[in-house]
C-alpha cells in the first residue's frame, strides 16, 4: 500500500481523498492537514485517517508518509513541492504548480539536482478520453497538420478575491497545458485581450478575456475565458488540421424530447465535468509511484504553462503579442 498524505482539505482535495479511499488501489491514506484545522479533523474523521497534521510541512515529514498529494490554495504550491523534494517523496501537485514561471524553474532546477522525477502535476485532461482520442487522431496524421485550435473555458462562479490574473494562472492554464500537449508543440508568442465585457459579472475582474497564442510550428490559438455568471461549466475545444476537424466531446447526458423541444443538460459544477479523468490520473499516480516510477505532467509541463501565463499577464493592456522565453530543457524531461 502507498501511505499517502493529503494536504488541502477543501472542495477539491477532499474528492482527491474519497478517491484515493473507495477507489484507487494500492493507496491508503494515512494522514492529512488544512490551513484550517478542522477541516483536516473532519475529512480524517470521516474516513478513519490516522494522522492530522497542523501544516503541510509536518505532513511531508513524517515517517508515515511515502507520497503526498498537494489541493491546497494556489499560491501554497510551489512551497509544499520544493518541500516535497527536499524530503525526497514524490508528489502530486493540483494545477498551477506555482504562481509564477520563476518559482517553477526554482522547481525543475531542485528536481533535476535531486537526480530524479519526483513531481507529477494535477493537468488531469490529459486523462480524459475525449482529448486523449482528439490527440491520437492528430497524432495518427489521417486529418494532416494540424493549423489552429478555437477552445473556450466557461464557468458558472468565482469566489471573492478573484482577479484577472487568476483567470489565467487558476483557470485558462488548463487549455495552456492541453493545447502544447495536443500539438506537441511549445508556445512561441502570447497575449490576452479585454474584450467587450459582460455586465453581469462588474466584479472588479476582467471577465470575458480571449487568449491568444502562436506556437513554435504556427499554429494559432484563441481561448474564451468566462469565468462567472455563466450559464454552465462549459469546456470546448476544437482543433482544426489541414483535412478536417476535431472536436472534444461533450459528457455524457441524457437527452429529453418534449413540448416540441430537446433539452440536454449543462454541468454546473467544474469538479464533475472532468471526474472520470481525475480518477484515472490518480490511479495511474499510485500505480507508478508504487513501482518506483515517475509518469504524467512533469514539473517541465508545469513549468512551460506557468511561462505562458506570465508572458500573458505581462501583455495585459498592451495589444501586443509578447514572447515566450523558456529556459533550456534538461535532460531529464525530454
Ligand atoms: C478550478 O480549480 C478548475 O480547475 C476549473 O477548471 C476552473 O474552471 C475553476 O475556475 C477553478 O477554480
Redesign the pocket.
Known sequence: MLRIGVIGCGA?GREHVRRLVDLVPGAEVVAVSDYFRESAEKVAEKHGIKNVFSTGEELIASSDVDAVLIASSDSTHAGYVMECIKNGKPVLC??PLAESAKECEEIVKAEVAAGKRLVQVGFMRRYDTGYAEMKRIIDSGELGAPLMIHAC?R?VH?GDGFTSDMGIT??A??ELDICRWLLDDEYKNAQVLKVKQSVLSNRGYDNPQIVLLETDNGCRIDVEVQ?SEGYG?D?QCQVVCEKGTINLPDPYAVVTRSNASCHVPILTD??Q??IAAYDVELTAWVEAVSAGNATGPSAWDGYAACVAADTLMRSRGTNNFFEVKMMEKPEMYK
Open positions: 477539491i493540483e494545477k473555458h464557468n468565482q487558476n483557470v492554464i488548463h469565468v461549466y469546456i467544474w469538479s465535468r472532468f
